[in-house]
Nanobody, 123 residues
Framework: QVQLEESGGGSVQAGGSLRVSCVDSGYTYWLNCMAWFRQTPGKEREAVAARNYDGGTIYADSVKGRFTISKDKAKNTLYLQMNTLKPEDTAMYYC?????????????????WGQGTQVTVSS
């Protein structure tokens, strides 16, 4: 069974940086797409970044140039490096994974989800 667990959330001042991590169960070689989503109470989940098996990436316009998604397969870990953080980046951040080869930016594109890690950016 696929298991995903996020960590690394916390509080940071605007303009600062934070890196969140997502560790999978270790049997996920077949998960071709992994992504980061975020959600604020009262709002729909928003995709921020996705990464396919060969390393290709896609980013939401709101985070382009500031966030970087990466994967360390040896550690079974997905990362989201967040730089130049803004208060509007405050949200619960979730990692997601799917076996599809074409990585989407919609929540229904992903079958497996972590529990989330809170990121709070203060001004």
């Amino acid at each position: 069974q696929v298991q995903l667990e996020e960590s690394g959330g916390g509080s940071v001042q605007a303009g600062g940086s934070l890196r969140v991590s997502c560790v999978d169960s270790g049997y996920t070689y077949w998960l071709n797409c992994m992504a980061w989503f975020r959600q604020t109470p009262g709002k729909e989940r928003e995709a921020v970044a996705a990464r396919n098996y060969d390393g290709g990436t896609i980013y939401a316009d709101s985070v382009k140039g500031r966030f970087t998604i990466s994967k360390d397969k040896a550690k079974n870990t997905l990362y989201l490096q967040m730089n130049t953080l803004k208060p509007e980046d405050t949200a619960m951040y979730y990692c997601a994974a799917d076996s599809r080869h074409i990585c989407g930016m919609k929540d229904y594109d992903y079958n497996w989800w972590g529990q989330g890690t809170q990121v709070t950016v203060s001004s």
